[in-house]
């Protein structure tokens, strides 16, 4: 089992930048896929990245593809999503996930889920 925190949301102008951090409280993630997706009131929460246990692959939602990159540092028990370039569209409450297995961008397939953290991006 692992539980997870995110951190680094804000406000921020359209074309900025912003990193956000999921650490592990408790629990490792090296043996874990991890993700990030977002939400806005009245949506489905969305895919956004996802990377494997070793870091090497990821995958992105065609929105964010460019603008956005997946990391990880398993020494730190940490996972980061670096946004930059962004659009007042990707104002959401960004969640990171985990789960065995291999990367999916199906909500339904992820394990454990942090608090969120509010992403707003003003025009």
């Known amino acids: 089992q692992v539980q997870l925190e995110e951190s680094g949301g804000g406000l921020v102008q359209a074309g900025g930048s912003l990193r956000l951090s999921c650490a592990a409280s408790v629990g490792a993630i090296r043996t874990y896929v991890l993700a990030w997706f977002r939400q806005v009131p009245g949506k489905d929460r969305e895919f956004v990245a996802a990377?494997?246990?070793?870091?090497?692959?990821?995958d992105y939602a065609d929105s964010v593809k460019g603008r956005f990159t997946i990391s990880r540092d398993n020494d730190k028990n940490t996972m980061y999503l670096k946004m930059k370039s962004l659009k007042p569209e990707d104002t959401a409450v960004y969640y990171c996930t985990a789960k065995r297995g291999y990367i999916s961008s199906n909500r339904d397939d992820w394990s454990y889920w942090g608090q969120g953290t509010q992403v707003t991006v003003s025009s």
């Open positions: 990377i494997d246990w070793t870091g090497g692959g990821a």
